[in-house]
């Protein structure tokens, strides 16, 4: 536990700079979001802590699931949904732990299930009497996205993906401070982009294909998702795998699937995956 809310630190710190560019962009609304996220998991947590006897230094990965549920969403999502998804991340981190580790991503589990519910108001919605739409649900029904705004984060989506100058330093610190794992998210990278490709036959199109890897929460999750603990598998050769799989997934999906945005989607259920072959692996290690 220890070692994980060193981790947590690191990814706040981390998210920073992607928090301030969505502040920044879709202005104090984005700061609420943030704030009631952080606050509802934080407060519910403290109660499961203080039930369980435990202490309340844990709520460290509190705070880090929270600002990465607020993180996941647009800025002008209803705050009764906000406190649903922290109510649903509070439960996955109440009853998802096993073996010194999650099943599922707690935060990531419970935005999966608003994306199921909610997913007309997490793709388009309205700030300021301006409607926007998330830049990957743009690209998927034929809109062009300027690859020059995505970059400087200018561009439609949610608090914590807009900016792609955020996110490499967000990558760059946690590089540097080996949370980062380079060759996991290069081959991740790699199997999304031939697979996108591929389906769209526009494999030779270098401007989409960047405004692919670029848009939506495609960067958000292979910073903060792809290099977790939680998010590996406890056998070499699956582990390596693992990230393959996930990348073509999310490109076919992209090109074949009946949601908009399927990256949060597929991301949940391999989490879920994982967790369950993570323990059936420990069941056998134990057995032997």
């Known amino acids: 536990m220890e070692e994980r809310k060193r981790n947590c630190f690191d990814y706040m710190i981390a998210m920073v700079p992607a928090g301030l560019f969505g502040i920044f962009y879709f202005g104090k609304r984005s700061l609420w979001v943030i704030l009631l996220s952080v606050l509802v998991v934080c407060l519910l947590y403290g109660i499961v802590l ?20 607020a ?48 997913n007309k108001e997490l793709t ?50 946690l590089f540097f401070q080996h ?22 036959r526009r494999i030779a199109d270098l401007s989409f294909l960047f405004a692919e890897v670029c848009s939506g929460g495609l960067l958000f999750l292979t910073v903060f998702v792809l290099s977790d603990e939680d998010f590996k598998i406890n056998h070499q050769i699956l ?20 949601l908009d945005e399927p990256v949060y989607m597929i991301f949940g259920i391999a989490s879920l995956l994982i967790g369950i072959c993570n323990y059936k692996l420990f069941l056998d290690e134990k057995k032997e």
């Open 50 to 69: 203080k039930v369980k006897k435990k202490s309340l230094k844990e709520l460290s990965l509190a705070v880090y699931m929270g600002m990465f549920l």
């Open 71 to 118: 993180y996941s969403l647009p800025a002008a999502t209803d705050f009764r949904v906000v406190a649903l998804g922290a109510l649903l991340t509070v439960l996955f981190m109440s009853f998802t732990w096993k073996e010194n580790r999650f099943w599922i991503h707690p935060a990531l589990g419970a935005r999966m299930i608003l994306q199921i519910f909610f």
């Open 124 to 173: 388009t919605y309205i700030i300021n009497n301006r409607q926007y739409r998330i830049s990957l649900s743009s690209l998927k029904i034929g809109n062009q996205i300027n690859v020059k705004n995505v970059f400087f984060g200018t561009t439609a989506g949610t608090i914590g993906e807009t900016c792609v100058i955020a996110l490499g330093m967000a990558a760059l610190y």
């Open 239 to 258: 582990d390596w795998i693992c990230p393959i799989l996930v990348g073509l997934a999310i490109g076919i999906f992209r090109t074949y699937g009946s």
């Open 179 to 200: 949370s980062l794992k380079i060759k996991r998210s290069i081959i991740f990278g790699l199997a999304f982009v031939i697979a996108i490709g591929l389906t769209t």
